[in-house]
C-alpha cells in the first residue's frame, strides 16, 4: 500500500515538474488584444467574457463609447503565475495584476488565464477593476470621487460569467469581506468627505475600499434611496462641497451608515442578471498563433512593455539580440529589438531594426513607434532642430496614414514644435486636444493638453482636462501638479497669462506618453 502511495506522488509530482507548454496566441477583439500561452479554446472564451464584461458596462450605465482604433485598446499579457506575476511587480507578492494607461499604449499584467465558474479568481477581479477604471473615465470626463472611483469599479468587478453567455453583476464582493470584518472601519462621513478621511487614518489597513462598494451598492439597489446617488452627482457637478453633497442627497449620514451596517449583515443582496441578448461581442474575434520566433520574444516584450530602467534594458537587450540572430526575419521579433534598442539607448539600431521590421510587414505600428522615439531623441541633440524633427515626424506621419485615430502620431506632431521651442500652430494644439479625447485615461496626457489650453486662455476646458488628473487616487505627481493648476486658474480670470512655473513649482513638465505608471487594484 504504502509503494503505492509512493508511485503515486511520484507521478503526480512528475506531472507537476513537466507541464505541458500551450502554443502563444494572440486575441484580437474590439476592445481588447491578448496574448497567452494558453490553449486556444480558453483564450477566445477569455476574449469573449471581456467584451461581455464591457457591454454589460454599458448597458448597465446607459453608456455608449465609440469603438477604439486598434492601438487604443487594451492589451492584456498573460504572464503566468503568482510567482511569474510576483517577478514582474518587482518583487511584490501581494499584486495579484496591474493596469497601465497609456495613449496608444495601455497595458494589463494578469495571471493565468482562469474561466472559472462562480465567483472569479482574484486575478481576473484585478482586471475587471481595472478596466472599469478605463470604461468610467473613457465615458466621462466628470471628475469621480475616491469613493465613488473605486465602489463603482468594486461593484463591476465582482462579475460572474455563465455558460449561457448571460452575466452577472453587482454581486456581492467576496474578496473584500474580511476588510469589512477585520479592517479599520471607515464611516461613511469619512468616505465622502476626504479631509476628514486623511484626518482620522493612521497608517494601519482601513475598509475605504470595502466600505466604498458597500455604500455604491447599497444605493444601487436601495428602493427607498433610489435617486439619491444622482442628486449627489449633480451636487458635486454644481460644485456643492463633498461633504455638503451627500448631506443634501443622503440626509442624516448617520442614520446611512446604521442602514449600511444592517445592509452588510443581510442574507441577501441583489444582483443583476443580464441575459446573453442584452449583451454584444461585437465584431468578430480574431486568434492568430504567433510564429516561433514571435512566440519566443514574448517574455522579453512582456518585461519591454512593463517598463525597464537602465540596467534592465541592457540586460533584455542581450536576450532581444539572441532571439533576433535565431529569427532574423520575423517582423514581430525586429520590431521588439527595435523597442529593445531604444530602451537601451541604442537610436540607430532601434531605427535599423524598425526599419527592417516595416520592410517585413507594414503594418507593424509598434515598428513606426520604436522609430519615432529614436528620432525624436535624436532630433533633441540635433544643430539643425527644424529639420530634424521633421525628419522626426515621418514614421508618425506613415503610421497615422495606416491608423487615424492612433493618438501618438497627434502628440507627436505637436511635440515637434514644443520640445525645438517653437509655438505650435492652430492644427497642432487641435492634434493634441484630440489625442487627449481619445485617451481620457492617460494621465499625462491631459497634464499636457490642460497646460496648453491655459497657455491660450482656455481656463474652463483647460478645468475638465485637470479636474480627473487631479482626483484620482492613484495620480501621484500628475494629481498633484493637477491641482496646483486648477487651484491657480480658481484665482485667475479667464483669458489672462498664467506663469505655469510658477503655478507648478519645480515640476514643470508633464510625463511623456511612453512613461506612465502602473495601477494595480489593492
Do not use: C
Amino acid at each position: 500500500m504504502m509503494t503505492a502511495i509512493f508511485r503515486f506522488l511520484a507521478a503526480a509530482l512528475a506531472l507537476i515538474a513537466i507541464p505541458a507548454r500551450a502554443e502563444w496566441y494572440e486575441a484580437s477583439s474590439d476592445h481588447f488584444v491578448i496574448y497567452a500561452d494558453d490553449k486556444e479554446a480558453d483564450i477566445r472564451k477569455f476574449a469573449e467574457n471581456l467584451e461581455r464584461y464591457h457591454s454589460a458596462m454599458a448597458y448597465v450605465l446607459s453608456a455608449k463609447l465609440e469603438k477604439p482604433s486598434p492601438s487604443n485598446r487594451v492589451t492584456i499579457f498573460v504572464v503566468g503565475g503568482q510567482r511569474d506575476m510576483r517577478e514582474l511587480a518587482g518583487g511584490n507578492r501581494y499584486v495579484g495584476g496591474f493596469y497601465i494607461p497609456r495613449a496608444g499604449g495601455s497595458r494589463a499584467f494578469v495571471q493565468d488565464i482562469r474561466n472559472t465558474k462562480g465567483y472569479p479568481h482574484f486575478s481576473t477581479i484585478v482586471m475587471l477593476h481595472e478596466y472599469a477604471h478605463h470604461f468610467l473615465i473613457s465615458s466621462s470626463r466628470f471628475a469621480q470621487p475616491r469613493w465613488l472611483s473605486e465602489g463603482s469599479a468594486e461593484f463591476f468587478a465582482a462579475a460572474g460569467f455563465n455558460a449561457d453567455g448571460s452575466l452577472l453583476i453587482g454581486r456581492p464582493a467576496q474578496h473584500r469581506g474580511a476588510e469589512l470584518v477585520f479592517a479599520d472601519p471607515v464611516h461613511v462621513r469619512e468616505l465622502l468627505d476626504p479631509a476628514i478621511y486623511e484626518k482620522e487614518r493612521g497608517k494601519g489597513y482601513d475598509a475605504f475600499y470595502g466600505k466604498s462598494w458597500l455604500l455604491y451598492h447599497y444605493l444601487t439597489f436601495s428602493e427607498q434611496r433610489r435617486g439619491q446617488l444622482g442628486k449627489y452627482l449633480v451636487n458635486l457637478f454644481n460644485a456643492m462641497p463633498p461633504l455638503a453633497a451627500g448631506e443634501d442627497a443622503f440626509g442624516d449620514l448617520d442614520v446611512l451608515e446604521r442602514e449600511l451596517g444592517t445592509y452588510l449583515r443581510s442574507r441577501k443582496m441583489m444582483t443583476l442578471v443580464l441575459p446573453p441578448e442584452k449583451l454584444s461581442l461585437g465584431s468578430p474575434m480574431s486568434l492568430r498563433k504567433l510564429p516561433p520566433g514571435e512566440a519566443a520574444m514574448m517574455p522579453i516584450i512582456i518585461r519591454s512593455q512593463r517598463g525597464v530602467n537602465d540596467t534592465e534594458a541592457a540586460e533584455l537587450l542581450i536576450e532581444a539580440r539572441a532571439v533576433a540572430a535565431k529569427y532574423p526575419g520575423d517582423p514581430g521579433v525586429l520590431a521588439a529589438l527595435a523597442e529593445a534598442e531604444y530602451d537601451a539607448g541604442n537610436d540607430a539600431e532601434a531605427i535599423a531594426a524598425a526599419d527592417a521590421a516595416i520592410a517585413a510587414d507594414p503594418s507593424r505600428t509598434n515598428a513606426y513607434v520604436q522609430k519615432g522615439y529614436a528620432l525624436f531623441r535624436q532630433a533633441g541633440e540635433a544643430e539643425d532642430k527644424k529639420e530634424a524633427y521633421a525628419a522626426a515626424m515621418k514614421p508618425f506621419e506613415a503610421l497615422n496614414a495606416i491608423e487615424n485615430d492612433h493618438p501618438l502620431p497627434l502628440i507627436y506632431y505637436y511635440r515637434s514644435y514644443a520640445e525645438r521651442g517653437a509655438k505650435p500652430p492652430e492644427n497642432a494644439r487641435a492634434a493634441l486636444e484630440h489625442a487627449s479625447r481619445l485617451a481620457p485615461f492617460d494621465q499625462g496626457l491631459q497634464l499636457n493638453a490642460g497646460m496648453m489650453l491655459i497657455k491660450e486662455g482656455k481656463f474652463a476646458i483647460a478645468r475638465t482636462f485637470l479636474a480627473p488628473v487631479a482626483a484620482n487616487p492613484h495620480g501621484g505627481g500628475a494629481a498633484e501638479q493637477a491641482k496646483k493648476l486648477i487651484a491657480t486658474l480658481a484665482e485667475s480670470t479667464e483669458g489672462m497669462t498664467v506663469d505655469l512655473g510658477a503655478a507648478m513649482g519645480e515640476a514643470g513638465a508633464a510625463t511623456s506618453p511612453e512613461a506612465s505608471e502602473p495601477e494595480a487594484a489593492e
